[in-house]
C-alpha cells in the first residue's frame, strides 16, 4: 500500500494493536503452558487467557515483537517502509522518519524483521531448474587475534574483507521465444547462503537444505561441487569463465550484481557477523516482487507466526 493509505488504515496506536490482534486471531494462540490453542480474550488487559490452564497471553508474546517496548505503531511503519520499496531501508534513515531517540532499539527491531524474512524463505525449497554459484560480498570483518587487534588482512579469494554467499537461482523455459538481447530463460525465485568456507561437505549440506531432490542443478566446474549429483535429479557442470559465466550462469550473476548494488547503495559496509539477516531480506523481497500491496500484510503474517525463540541470536 502506499503511504497515505496506510497512514488512513493506521492512525494510531489502536488501529495497529487491533490489526495485529486480527492476525494473531487467524493464525491462532498457542498456549506456552499446555499447548491448548482455545483461548478467551480478555479485553480490559488486552490478553489472551487458556480455557484449559488459564495460563494468560500477551498480544505481543511468542511473536516477533516479544520482549520489545516499540509501539505497535512503530513496527507497522517498520515494516510498510521495508515492504514499500525495492530498495533495503537502513535503520538509521528509520530512525530520523520516525522520530525515535534511540539507534540500537531501531536496528533490533529491523534485525528481527530481516530474520523473519529469512526463517519464512527457509520454508521453501528451490526446483525446477536451479544455477548454483558463489559470490564474494564486501563487508566488515571484526574478528580481532589473540591480542586484541584486527588479523592481517589476506589478498584475493581468502581475504577477510571478503564474505562468501552461496546464491542460487531457480529457473524454467519462458513459454515464448526469448527476445535477442534476452535471456534463453526465465527467473523464478532466489537463495542465498552465507558461509564460512567452500568445501564440498558445506557445499553439499546447502543444496540438501534449499534444494528440491527432484531439480537440476547447473554449476560451473569448481571441484566442490562434485557432489552434487547424490542430492539432486540432474547435475549438470560447465567450464564457465570470464565470458562464458554470463551464459552458463545468467540470472546468479544477475542476482549478485543486484545485491551488490542494493547494499553499496544504502549500507555501504555491513558487517560479516549479519551479512545473512542483509541477504534474506533481498532475497525475500526479489521473491515476492509480484506481491505489491500484499506484501505488507505476508510480512505482517510472518512476524505473527514466528516465535521469538527463533531470534535469540540477534544480539
Given at each position: 500500500?502506499?503511504?497515505?493509505?496506510?497512514?488512513?488504515?493506521?492512525?494510531?496506536?489502536?488501529?495497529?494493536?487491533?490489526?495485529?490482534?486480527?492476525?494473531?486471531?487467524?493464525?491462532?494462540?498457542?498456549?506456552?503452558?499446555?499447548?491448548?490453542?482455545?483461548?478467551?480474550?480478555?479485553?480490559?488487559?488486552?490478553?489472551?487467557?487458556?480455557?484449559?490452564?488459564?495460563?494468560?497471553?500477551?498480544?505481543?508474546?511468542?511473536?516477533?515483537?516479544?520482549?520489545?517496548?516499540?509501539?505497535?505503531?512503530?513496527?507497522?511503519?517498520?515494516?510498510?517502509?521495508?515492504?514499500?520499496?525495492?530498495?533495503?531501508?537502513?535503520?538509521?534513515?528509520?530512525?530520523?522518519?520516525?522520530?525515535?531517540?534511540?539507534?540500537?532499539?531501531?536496528?533490533?527491531?529491523?534485525?528481527?524483521?530481516?530474520?523473519?524474512?529469512?526463517?519464512?524463505?527457509?520454508?521453501?525449497?528451490?526446483?525446477?531448474?536451479?544455477?548454483?554459484?558463489?559470490?564474494?560480498?564486501?563487508?566488515?570483518?571484526?574478528?580481532?587475534?589473540?591480542?586484541?587487534?584486527?588479523?592481517?588482512?589476506?589478498?584475493?579469494?581468502?581475504?577477510?574483507?571478503?564474505?562468501?554467499?552461496?546464491?542460487?537461482?531457480?529457473?524454467?523455459?519462458?513459454?515464448?521465444?526469448?527476445?535477442?538481447?534476452?535471456?534463453?530463460?526465465?527467473?523464478?525465485?532466489?537463495?542465498?547462503?552465507?558461509?564460512?568456507?567452500?568445501?564440498?561437505?558445506?557445499?553439499?549440506?546447502?543444496?540438501?537444505?534449499?534444494?528440491?531432490?527432484?531439480?537440476?542443478?547447473?554449476?560451473?566446474?569448481?571441484?566442490?561441487?562434485?557432489?552434487?549429483?547424490?542430492?539432486?535429479?540432474c547435475h549438470e557442470s560447465h567450464n564457465a569463465s570470464g565470458v562464458i559465466a554470463n551464459k552458463v550462469l545468467p540470472w546468479v550473476h544477475t542476482m549478485i550484481s543486484n545485491a551488490k548494488r542494493n547494499f553499496l547503495g544504502i549500507h555501504h559496509m555491513i558487517s560479516k557477523k549479519y551479512f545473512q539477516d542483509y541477504v534474506d531480506e533481498f532475497c525475500y523481497k526479489v521473491n515476492r516482487r509480484y506481491f505489491g500491496h500484499q506484501l505488507f500484510d505476508r510480512l505482517?503474517?510472518?512476524?505473527?507466526?514466528?516465535?521469538?525463540?527463533?531470534?535469540?541470536?540477534?544480539?
Open positions: 500500500m502506499n503511504l497515505i493509505k496506510f497512514m488512513e488504515e493506521f492512525p494510531d496506536e489502536i488501529s495497529c494493536k487491533l490489526k495485529f490482534k486480527e492476525i494473531r486471531d487467524q493464525e491462532g494462540v498457542v498456549c506456552r503452558n499446555c499447548g491448548s490453542k482455545d483461548h478467551y480474550w480478555l479485553s480490559t488487559i488486552w490478553q489472551y487467557q487458556c480455557k484449559q490452564c488459564k495460563t494468560r497471553t500477551t498480544l505481543r508474546s511468542g511473536t516477533v515483537m516479544q520482549s520489545s517496548k516499540l509501539s505497535f505503531k512503530y513496527w507497522l511503519i517498520a515494516m510498510h517502509l521495508v515492504t514499500s520499496t525495492k530498495k533495503p531501508f537502513s535503520a538509521l534513515e528509520l530512525q530520523r522518519q520516525i522520530g525515535h531517540k534511540f539507534y540500537e532499539p531501531i536496528w533490533y527491531m529491523m534485525q528481527k524483521l530481516r530474520k523473519t524474512m529469512g526463517i519464512r524463505d527457509s520454508q521453501y525449497k528451490l526446483d525446477k531448474v536451479v544455477e548454483l554459484d558463489e559470490g564474494f560480498f564486501e563487508s566488515v570483518n571484526t574478528d580481532k587475534n589473540h591480542e586484541g587487534r584486527s588479523q592481517k588482512r589476506k589478498r584475493g579469494r581468502g581475504s577477510q574483507k571478503q564474505t562468501k554467499v552461496v546464491v542460487m537461482a531457480s529457473t524454467v523455459q519462458p513459454e515464448k521465444k526469448p527476445g535477442k538481447h534476452k535471456k534463453s530463460t526465465k527467473f523464478r525465485y532466489v537463495k542465498m547462503v552465507v558461509v564460512d568456507n567452500l568445501k564440498s561437505s558445506t557445499m553439499n549440506q546447502i543444496v540438501k537444505e534449499a534444494i528440491d531432490e527432484s531439480s537440476i542443478v547447473i554449476t560451473d566446474n569448481y571441484p566442490s561441487y562434485n557432489g552434487v549429483l547424490d542430492h539432486v535429479k505482517l503474517v510472518a512476524c505473527v507466526k514466528y516465535n521469538y525463540k527463533a531470534f535469540v541470536n540477534v544480539s
